[in-house]
């Protein structure tokens, strides 16, 4: 079955500490990407990728970084989060062209 | 600048009458088009897409969707509700030609009530 997991699914953490929400796919897609959704703001992309070592900045970047050092995993790091980091967080695979996204089921983070 | 509009922030219908969730956009070009759904607690999941061709198009659960080039506009619809329909509905558009890697520009999202 093809699937995009994410853990932790839910996260309460304090300012300036450092987190990682991990994400995998089972589907050997070479694209992938991190959005945070907002209460009337939709979903905004943070970061994509669109191969192994092959990362770029999507609309809201700041604050964030990835990796992609294997094709299936993409993680998501917050080297010091700030409560304007508290929102809902999916990764996503592929998304090019006129294919269609699996989200993973997300991940509400809550920085106090 | 790129963006989707999803002019109603909430939309209300009867189980059993149709129903219509709007969407518009503003993307130069032919951009592919998107709607997906997330209930609640849940990660949002593909319905339909326009990509070309004939302009009505149906997707997942009895969903369809219509596209208009000239009002640029791709309106979810269903004949008939259910309550089981009641959830988070988003509007997506990727550009397409030296933009086809980009993200989906989304919509903010129409949220369906369904009453029985």
């Known amino acids: 079955e093809a699937q995009v997991t994410q853990n932790p699914r839910y996260l309460i953490t304090v300012t300036g500490k450092k987190l990682t929400v991990t994400c995998s796919q089972n589907?050997?897609?070479?694209?992938m990407s991190w959005y945070r959704q907002d209460p009337g703001l939709g979903l905004r992309q943070i970061y994509y990728?669109?191969?192994?070592?092959?990362?770029d900045k999507g609309d809201v970047p700041e604050g964030y970084k990835v990796s992609r050092k294997e094709k299936r995993n993409f993680p998501l790091i917050l080297e010091s989060p700030s409560p304007n980091q508290t929102s809902l967080y999916f990764c996503?695979?592929?998304?090019?062209?006129?294919?269609?996204?699996?989200f993973g089921p997300g991940t509400r983070l809550t920085v106090t | 600048a790129q963006s989707v509009a999803q002019p109603e922030d909430q939309v209300n219908v009867a189980e059993g009458n149709p129903l219509t969730v709007k969407c518009t956009y503003s993307v130069s070009g032919n951009p592919y088009l998107f709607w997906y759904v997330q209930y609640p607690n849940r990660g949002l999941q593909f319905l339909l897409k326009y990509i070309t061709g004939d302009n009505l198009v149906k997707g997942s659960y009895g969903f369809e969707a219509e596209f208009n080039k000239s009002q640029t506009s791709f309106h979810l619809k269903k004949p008939s509700a259910l309550v089981s329909d009641s959830a988070l509905y988003f509007c997506a558009v990727r550009p397409t030609g030296n933009q086809a890697g980009t993200a989906l520009i989304f919509g903010k999202g129409t949220t369906l009530s369904v009453s029985s």
């Open positions: 589907m050997n897609h070479e694209y």
């Open positions: 990728s669109m191969n192994v070592e092959v990362t």
């Open positions: 996503a695979t592929p998304g090019q062209g006129a294919r269609e996204q699996y």
